[in-house]
């Protein structure tokens, strides 16, 4: 009926529902395709999704990146205390599993949908599909006219760049992200214009964008890396990535901070533990997730405008980054707490 309609799932249901915001054309349509197919809405199970199921869909990628589970549960503790549920589904970074989840959201009637997008490319191809349904993004993959949550990617980089060259290191190497990660790039930005400012140039190593196992690339690497001669510091485009980072250099033997610093990115709970204690960059993670809730239930309420949340990332300084040749440098920034 929808594609006969020429509209979205999303879109017939509010048209049945006699949803003010539908235009009388495109009501119309609706109607029209609905006496075509000789549909009758079923007015018992409308009446239970005409007003609100209390129900909003999260999409994530990857729920086994301890930053999305974080995230994940912000979101639900969220919903949950204004009396929302939440449906959840994960992409697995593949784009028909992506439009399979938003579809089978639809189908259960959700009354809005949190979406941490693959890339720009799938959420253009999507953004069809959710028709009119109250949105809001996590992180950059979404066009401009969006609503949005994300830290700030380029000030977060930038921030944790100048810790290092406040340390005195010179050579410094970004590790990881996929060359075609739309993060990788802001992040990268925000390390090249640190660099710039100090007059150096710096080195990146991006993996390969059709890389399946992204951790075990970034392990390679590493132990690839330290074949040969070591920079000062490695700042990893993520957390994971660092850790992997970490697992290398102790199969070669490399001391860290002793011979080389190493800066993550994320905050993720493990980066905290004793034996790791690795400075990292705090995104908010569960700051993000309350508030893109908070955002996404005001157009539930009736809000139309775009929101744009950027949060300002925080540095957490711990024991993995040292003066070259230099110690632990344990400090009270080792807060877990986003």
């Not at 930053?67 to 639900?76: H, S, V």
């Not at 951790?215 to 890396?225: G, H, I, N, T, V």
């Not at 000062?232 to 080389?260: C, Q």
């Amino acid at each position: 009926m929808a594609a006969l309609a020429g509209v979205s799932p999303a879109t017939v249901s509010r048209v049945l529902d006699d949803h003010p915001d539908i235009s009388p054309e495109t009501k119309a349509r609706v109607r029209a395709a609905c006496a075509q197919l000789d549909y009758v809405p079923n007015a018992a199970a409308r009446g239970l999704t005409g007003q609100s199921t209390h129900t909003i869909g999260l999409l994530v990628t990857d729920i086994s990146n301890p930053y999305f589970a974080d995230m994940a549960t912000a979101i639900e503790t969220t919903a949950a205390g204004r009396g929302y549920r939440v449906l959840f589904s994960n992409s697995r970074r593949d784009p028909r599993q992506e439009l399979l989840a938003i579809e089978n959201f639809l189908a259960r009637q959700i009354d809005g949908i949190v979406i941490a997008a693959i890339s720009p490319e799938t959420q253009a191809r999507h953004a069809r599909l959710l028709g009119d349904l109250p949105c809001v993004y996590l992180g950059v993959n979404h066009n401009e006219s969006c609503s949005y949550v994300m830290a700030d990617n380029d000030a977060g980089a930038y921030a944790a760049t100048r810790y290092l060259l406040s340390l005195g290191h010179r050579d410094i190497l970004f590790l990881g992200g996929r060359e075609s990660s739309r993060t990788r790039e802001l992040r990268v930005r925000g390390f090249r214009r640190a660099l710039e400012e100090a007059g150096l140039a710096g080195r990146h190593i991006p993996a390969p964008s059709d890389v399946a196992k992204l951790r075990q690339w970034s392990y390679e690497k590493a132990l690839e890396l330290f074949s040969g001669p070591l920079p000062d510091a490695i700042f990893a485009y993520s957390d994971l990535t660092a850790l992997k980072v970490l697992e290398a250099a102790e199969e070669r033997g490399i001391r860290i901070p002793e011979d080389l610093s190493l800066m993550g990115y994320d905050n993720i709970s493990f980066g905290a533990l004793p034996r790791i204690h690795l400075t990292t960059v705090s995104q908010k993670k569960f700051l993000q997730g309350r508030t893109a809730v908070e955002r996404l239930l005001e157009k539930i309420g009736g809000r139309r405008e775009q929101t744009v949340d950027l949060l300002e990332p925080e540095l957490m300084i711990r024991s993995t980054c040292a003066p070259p040749g230099g110690g632990d440098r344990r400090s009270a920034s080792a807060n877990t707490d986003d």
